[in-house]
């Protein structure tokens, strides 16, 4: 059984910063891709950044220059350093991975159980 347990979430005013992990554990073989959503109420949930198991980052233009993803290969962690926020960033922030259980299984998407982050103006 795979989890992704997130930590990291909070209040803050405009202008600060949060820095979010979110650890994947269990009978794992491989992790791929890994990545940070939002939803925020009433909207859809949105691609924040993502980043390969090779480096290879994305982020969304909204966050493009704040925030920060990094990942720790080793611990099967990523992080997202989020700075200037905005009180449009509020939202719940998930994390995703895609993993691999086994060598000649395919990958599947697991997803963490969320982390609310608000930012007052």
């Known amino acids: 059984q795979v989890q992704l347990v997130e930590s990291g979430g909070g209040a803050v005013q405009a202008g600060g910063s949060l820095r979010l992990s979110c650890a994947a554990s269990g009978s794992i073989f491989s992790v791929n891709a890994m990545g940070w959503y939002r939803q925020a109420p009433g909207k859809q949930r949105e691609l924040v950044a993502a980043?390969?198991?090779?480096?290879?980052?994305n982020y969304a233009d909204s966050v493009k220059g704040r925030f920060t993803i990094s990942r720790d290969n080793a611990k099967n962690t990523v992080y997202l350093q989020m700075s200037s926020l905005k009180p449009e960033d509020t939202a719940v922030y998930y994390c995703?991975?895609?993993?691999?259980?086994?060598?000649?299984?395919?990958?599947?998407?697991?997803w963490g159980q969320g982390t609310q982050v608000t930012v007052s103006s």
């Open positions: 980043i390969t198991s090779g480096g290879g980052i």
């Open positions: 995703q991975a895609d993993i691999r259980l086994a060598v000649l299984r395919g990958e599947r998407s697991y």
